[in-house]
């Protein structure tokens, strides 16, 4: 698979919303929250042309029954696929190319709450947005036929940020 980052496409976020209405149909009242993740949802940054979807609900055990409800949607169940506690499937266009991301975890879980503070710490923060927009910008050039290299490319700058993404959110909220 090609790895190919796109400037910002202020479309992102209408298909976000588009698909965020289908799925809270067949999810139904499992969903707590439906969130826009990953770098379509931080504005102005290059990015691979996936939304990528957080879905927290109030029980995990409940989103299996849910799964054939998902694939009538066209996405195709993983499972925990590597990260313990969560529910992901993935879409595809037509052409076979990925589309869509979807990240089921329980509401208030870590792994939510690092992917939504790594979000607003991105949009909270243009500099360090940037900064990431050209390194990976800098790792599709570099490794444009080789998905994992690019994903291990970005690894310690995000882990990094979501490290100080989570201190910057606990202030703030310390704040209020």
């Known amino acids: 698979m090609k790895v190919e980052v796109i ?4 479309r992102w976020q209408d298909a976000f919303v588009a698909e965020a209405k289908k799925i809270s149909v067949a999810l139904g009242e499992t969903i707590a929250a439906i969130h826009h993740i990953g770098s379509t949802a931080i504005p102005n940054i290059y990015a691979k042309p996936i939304i990528d979807i957080l879905v927290e609900v109030n029980d995990l055990a409940q989103v ?3 799964n054939a409800a998902m ?5 195709e169940v993983m ?8 529910r992901y499937f993935r879409k595809h266009n037509a052409m076979g190319d990925r589309t869509h991301h979807v990240h089921i975890f329980e509401y208030g879980s870590p792994e939510s709450d690092r992917h939504l503070a790594f979000r607003d710490y991105m949009i909270a923060h243009p500099e360090a947005a940037q900064h990431y ?5 800098s790792l599709a050039a570099k490794f444009p036929n080789h998905r994992e290299s690019y994903m291990d490319g970005k690894d310690s700058f ?4 979501e490290r100080q993404a989570l201190k910057w959110r ?3 909220n310390c704040q209020h």
């Open 7 to 10: 400037p910002y496409d202020l």
């Open 64 to 66: 299996e029954a849910r």
């Open 133 to 137: 927009s050209q390194l990976k910008r």
């Open 71 to 75: 694939e009538a949607l066209g996405y």
């Open 170 to 172: 606990n202030t703030i």
């Open 158 to 161: 995000i882990r990094e940020k």
């Open 79 to 86: 499972g925990e696929f590597g990260i313990a506690g969560r």
